[in-house]
């Protein structure tokens, strides 16, 4: 039994081994490609439920979003969390909480990013906010997917975290403004022109003094 057994084993080549590994590993590597990034499945989950004309003319799908899933760091700080990423020196991180759930979801995401960065896509032109003109490279635009069930928690979280600052608010979206690890300011996007509450929102952001002084 044992020579029928060695003699079998014999008749399969190393080479064998080597084109089948070889086809496994193509196999996982075209099914690793082929599945959408994160940020496709961010800006696609907003595209679908977008019932305004101009949203991607105000939010282009190659945009300045980064996306964080997490408030603390992951296991060993292998996977970054909000804290951690937003508390860089000099940096004004602008972290929009949303969803693409929420009534006029698409809508309120898509001017958070055209009232900061501007558009010449639509008209009239919409103007990049004067964070942006002055200060371009230290403003990172974070978002952080959260529904309306779960912002409680969030809110409770942050407040935790963030001290010097005691955050009210009771809906979503949200936006929230970090600065050298702390709250500059934030806002709750309820008003009924949400476009203009926004471009007032940053601009007082950037009359902030602690903003201020990056100018300087």
Avoid: C
């Avoid at 089948?20 to 961010?42: H, R």
């Amino acid at each position: 039994m044992a020579k029928k057994y060695r003699a079998f084993e014999t008749k399969i080549h190393w080479l064998t081994w080597v084109v089948m590994a070889a086809i496994v590993l193509s196999i996982s590597v075209l099914l690793i490609a082929l599945q959408p990034s994160s940020k496709d499945v961010f800006y696609d989950s907003y595209f679908v439920k977008a019932t305004e004309q101009d949203f991607q003319n105000k939010l282009p799908k190659s945009n300045n979003f980064v996306l964080v899933n997490r408030l603390e760091d992951g296991f060993l700080g292998i996977s970054k969390g909000l804290y951690s990423k937003t508390n860089k020196e000099d940096q004004l991180s602008i972290i929009y909480f949303g969803s693409p759930e929420l009534e006029n979801g698409s809508s309120h995401i898509a001017n958070v990013y055209a009232r900061l960065y501007g558009s010449t896509k639509v008209e009239p032109q919409i103007p990049a906010s004067n964070l942006i003109n002055e200060l371009e490279n230290q403003v990172t635009l974070y978002y952080f997917e959260n529904n309306v069930t779960e912002f409680t928690k969030t809110l409770e979280k942050l407040n935790e975290h963030y001290t010097d600052t005691n955050i009210v608010a009771n809906t979503l979206p949200f936006v929230l403004v970090v600065l050298n690890g702390e709250v500059v300011d934030y806002a709750v996007l309820t008003e009924a022109n949400i476009p203009l509450q926004l471009m007032n929102f940053y601009q007082r952001v950037f009359e902030n003094e602690k903003v201020s002084n990056l100018i300087q």
